[in-house]
């Protein structure tokens, strides 16, 4: 059974950091490549940052700079590193986990944990 379980969100000043965390289960996670994405209320889901099998990354521009995402394949584990949070970095993120293997799609998702940039 696939399962990603993210964590680490919570409440954060503006300014202040926040570390999330994807653990990933039933599937060979080293071949997948993995994103976090996230969404606001009211606004589409949008890509935050990816990371390929081969450690390739990519970053949403408004978040180049700030964000950081790493894996650990030892740990089956995704991380997010986020710092000088904004209070429109507020939404849920969530974890995806993607391999195209010819004309199949394996994609997966997680149900997502809660950012809230706030004084």
């Known amino acids: 059974q696939v399962q990603l379980v993210e964590s680490g969100g919570g409440l954060v000043q503006p300014g202040g950091s926040l570390r999330l965390s994807c653990a990933a289960s039933?599937?060979?996670?080293?071949?997948?490549?993995m994103s976090w994405y996230r969404q606001a209320p009211g606004k589409e889901r949008e890509l935050v940052a990816t990371i390929t099998s081969t450690d390739n990354i990519n970053y949403a521009d408004s978040m180049k700079g700030r964000f950081t995402i790493s894996r650990d394949n030892a740990k089956n584990t995704v991380f997010l590193q986020m710092n000088s949070l904004k209070p429109e970095d507020t939404a849920k993120y969530y974890c995806?986990?993607?391999?195209?293997?010819?004309?199949?799609?394996?994609?997966?998702w997680g149900q997502g944990t809660q950012v809230t940039v706030s004084a």
């Open positions: 039933g599937f060979t996670f080293s071949r997948y490549t």
């Open positions: 995806n986990a993607l391999r195209r293997v010819g004309i199949d799609n394996f994609n997966y």
